[in-house]
Nanobody, 119 residues
Framework: QVQLVESGGGSVQPGGSLRLSCAAS????????MGWYRQAPGKQRELVAA???????NYADSVKGRFTISRDNAKNTVSLQMNSLKPEDTAVYYC?????????????WGQGTQVTVSS
């Protein structure tokens, strides 16, 4: 029903920046919240940042002050500006969209994009 495609991942040095983007298609007009999660090898997937349709945001403590999430409801996109990157930020980053109906709360995921921070 909803397809998510991430872009912008890559390799950077510590202190560098990357901007991730996620484009939603399909029944994208029904999306409520969107967010970015990440998963490092051997670790559970964790929330990095989330944003509502009204642009209310929520960040993990580990990225607060360094990352900024934003969305464009008209274009059905969500972005994550990542500054002052650290090696600990290395992970596969996944775009997430939540569609809430009377009966269900569905999560949709992108395929993931690799972010590697190393010197």
């Amino acid at each position: 029903q909803v397809q998510l495609v991430e872009s912008g991942g890559g390799s950077v040095q510590p202190g560098g920046s990357l901007r991730l983007s996620c484009a939603a298609s399909g029944r994208s007009s029904s999306i409520n919240d969107m967010g970015w999660y990440r998963q490092a090898p051997g670790k559970q997937r964790e929330l990095v940042a989330a944003i509502t349709r009204s642009s209310s945001t929520n960040y993990a403590d580990s990225v607060k002050g360094r990352f900024t999430i934003s969305r464009d409801n008209a274009k059905n996109t969500v972005s994550l500006q990542m500054n002052s990157l650290k090696p600990e930020d290395t992970a596969v980053y996944y775009c997430n969209a939540v569609v809430i109906t009377i009966a269900t709360r569905r999560n949709y995921w992108g395929q993931g994009t690799q972010v590697t921070v190393s010197s």
